[in-house]
C-alpha cells in the first residue's frame, strides 16, 4: 500500500467519507467528482479512492482532481486486491463518523447521498441501496438475480438487492465487519450478525457510459462460495 494522501488537516472534520474503490475508471474520475461536488453543497465531506492496482490512466486523473479539491484523498495499492480489502482501508482511513460506499463507474448518483445522511442520523447503522432498475445488460442482471434469489434462501434475508455497492454506515459498523475476499457482497447479513439497525433506500441506477464491467463468471463462482461460508456461521450462531 502506497499512501498518496498528503491533505493538511484542519480543526473541522468531515461530516462524512465518501470511500470508493476504483479499477481502470480513468474516464469517470472528473465527472464522479464534479457531481459529488454539486451534491454535497453545505455538507463537509471527504472522499477517500482507493486505486486498487489500476493500469490505465486512473491514478493520473485521481492526483488532477486532487489539485482542485483539498477533500479527495488518495490510497494507492500495487495491484489488485479486490474491493473488500479497499472497502476496509478506506473505512481504516476515514475522518468522518458517516462513511459512503459507492462505485466509481457513475452507474450510483451522488445526489441521492443526502437521503442516505438522513437515514442514518435517524437511527439506522447501515442503509442500503436498492437499485429501483438495473441499467446493465443481460449478461449481469440474470446472474445478479440468480444470486440475490439464492441470498435470500441462504441467508434468511428479505433484502432484494445484496450486491448493490451505494450503502451508507456508522463508522465504528463499517470497521468492524472485517471484509475479505468478496464478503463485500453480504454486508447486510454481516451487519446484522453484529446487530446492527438495518434499513433500505431505493436508489436510481444509470447506464455505464465508459469503462468495461468488471463483473465476470469468476467473480460469480467466488461469490457463491463465499455465500455457504457465510451461511455456514449463520448456522452455528
Not at 471527504?46 to 479539491?69: H, M, P, W
Not at 446484522?192 to 434499513?199: C, F, L, Y
Request: proline share 4%; charged share 30%; with cysteine.
Amino acid at each position: 500500500l502506497i499512501d498518496m494522501d498528503d491533505v493538511d488537516s484542519t480543526e473541522s472534520k468531515p461530516e462524512v467519507s465518501i470511500v470508493i474503490p476504483v479499477l481502470n475508471e480513468e474516464e469517470n474520475i472528473a465527472p464522479l467528482v464534479t457531481e459529488i461536488d454539486d451534491a454535497l453543497i453545505g455538507i463537509r465531506w471527504e472522499v477517500i479512492f482507493i486505486d486498487d492496482g489500476s493500469i490505465d490512466g486512473t491514478l493520473g486523473e485521481l492526483k488532477k482532481a486532487k489539485q482542485n479539491r483539498e477533500q479527495i484523498r488518495i490510497l494507492r495499492l500495487k495491484r489488485n486486491w479486490g474491493k473488500s480489502t479497499a472497502m476496509m482501508l478506506g473505512f481504516e482511513a476515514a475522518e468522518a463518523p458517516i462513511c459512503i460506499t459507492m462505485d466509481g463507474d457513475l452507474q450510483d448518483n451522488p445526489a441521492e447521498i443526502p437521503a442516505f445522511l438522513e437515514a442514518i442520523n435517524a437511527g439506522s447503522d447501515l442503509v442500503c441501496g436498492q437499485r429501483n432498475k438495473r441499467r446493465d445488460g443481460i449478461s449481469k442482471r440474470w446472474p445478479s438475480k440468480i444470486y440475490n434469489m439464492l441470498a435470500r434462501r441462504l441467508l434468511r434475508t428479505e433484502m432484494k438487492d445484496m450486491n448493490c455497492g451505494f450503502k451508507a454506515y456508522d463508522t465504528r459498523l463499517a470497521r468492524s465487519l472485517n471484509l475479505y475476499g468478496d464478503m463485500h457482497r453480504f454486508v447486510p447479513v454481516l451487519a446484522r450478525m453484529e446487530g446492527a439497525v438495518i434499513t433500505g433506500l431505493s436508489v436510481e441506477h444509470r447506464p455505464r457510459r465508459h469503462g468495461q464491467s468488471k463483473y465476470g463468471a469468476a467473480r460469480l463462482i467466488r461469490g457463491i462460495l463465499d455465500m455457504f461460508t457465510i451461511a455456514f456461521l449463520l448456522s452455528f450462531l
